[in-house]
């Protein structure tokens, strides 16, 4: 899914960030597929990610519960999470590969890592995607540590000037860093958006 490409938390923490999602293919294997993919979800929240959802209902930060999900998943729902530590991602993409439920799973972030992790659970990847970046008139977009947070949620789903005021008041003492992370996971429904990097990415911008 390419909207999980254009993530730029690179530029802001050295931090591992990695975005995954599963899905059916829609007339092709979508049939029976919500039973599949609860597996799938429980699979991956056993691997303790540090968000996790459903892109049809919600996720952990937008006030859903993991069982609140998993009752509303069906054949069309997407599972989509967040990890900031290969170590949890390599368990969770083990944990797919050997339940082999013939459901497509999508990763993103620093392809030598993710090829790396893929060497070490033995799959082989069928496509990539890569992100050439930005083009057109920079100077119009949002300053690049607010992108960085804003990049995490691929739906443009998180406004840069939400993220300007979220960290006015972190600023003013009116909220932490952890809540004001929070704050803005909850406006990313799908589960991508990684709360722990934002928190660390709030802490480094200069008050």
Same mark, same amino acid.
């Given at each position: 899914?390419?909207?999980?490409?254009?993530?730029?938390?690179?530029?802001?923490?050295?931090?591992?960030?990695?975005?995954?999602?599963?899905?059916?293919?829609?007339?092709?294997?979508?049939?029976?597929?919500?039973?599949?993919?609860?597996?799938?979800?429980?699979?991956?929240?056993?691997?303790?990610?540090?968000?996790?959802?459903?892109?049809?209902?919600? $996720?952990?930060?937008?006030?859903?519960?993991?069982?609140?999900?998993?009752?509303?998943?069906?054949?069309?729902?997407?599972?989509?999470?967040?990890?900031?530590?290969?170590?949890?991602?390599?368990?969770?993409?083990?944990?797919?590969?050997?339940?082999?439920?013939?459901?497509?799973?999508?990763?993103?972030?620093?392809?030598?890592?993710?090829?790396?992790?893929?060497?070490?659970?033995?799959?082989?990847?069928?496509?990539?995607?890569?992100?050439?970046?930005?083009?057109?008139?920079?100077?119009?977009?949002?300053?690049?540590?607010?992108?960085?947070?804003?990049?995490? $949620?691929?739906?443009?789903?998180?406004?840069?000037?939400?993220?300007?005021?979220?960290?006015?008041?972190?600023?003013?003492?009116?909220?932490?860093?952890?809540?004001?992370?929070?704050?803005?996971?909850?406006?990313?429904? $799908?589960?991508?958006?990684?709360?722990?990097?934002?928190?660390?990415?709030?802490?480094?911008?200069?008050?």
């Amino acid at each position: 899914m390419t909207h999980t490409l254009h993530r730029r938390t690179d530029m802001i923490t050295d931090r591992e960030d990695f975005a995954m999602l599963s899905m059916a293919a829609q007339g092709f294997n979508d049939k029976g597929a919500g039973e599949k993919l609860k597996k799938i979800y429980r699979m991956v929240a056993d691997s303790n990610p540090d968000n996790l959802g459903d892109d049809t209902f919600g $996720c952990r930060y937008s006030g859903q519960t993991d069982e609140e999900i998993l009752d509303h998943m069906g054949d069309k729902s997407y599972v989509c999470a967040a990890f900031s530590d290969r170590s949890r991602l390599r368990e969770a993409l083990k944990k797919i590969k050997e339940a082999d439920l013939g459901i497509s799973v999508v990763v993103s972030g620093n392809y030598k890592v993710v090829f790396e992790i893929l060497k070490e659970v033995g799959i082989q990847p069928h496509t990539v995607n890569m992100s050439l970046g930005f083009f057109g008139e920079k100077d119009l977009v949002a300053r690049e540590e607010v992108l960085a947070i804003a990049s995490m $949620c691929g739906h443009g789903m998180i406004p840069p000037r939400r993220i300007e005021n979220i960290l006015e008041r972190v600023k003013a003492g009116k909220l932490t860093p952890e809540e004001g992370s929070k704050r803005v996971a909850s406006t990313c429904t $799908c589960g991508i958006f990684n709360p722990i990097l934002a928190e660390e990415m709030i802490q480094k911008i200069p008050k």
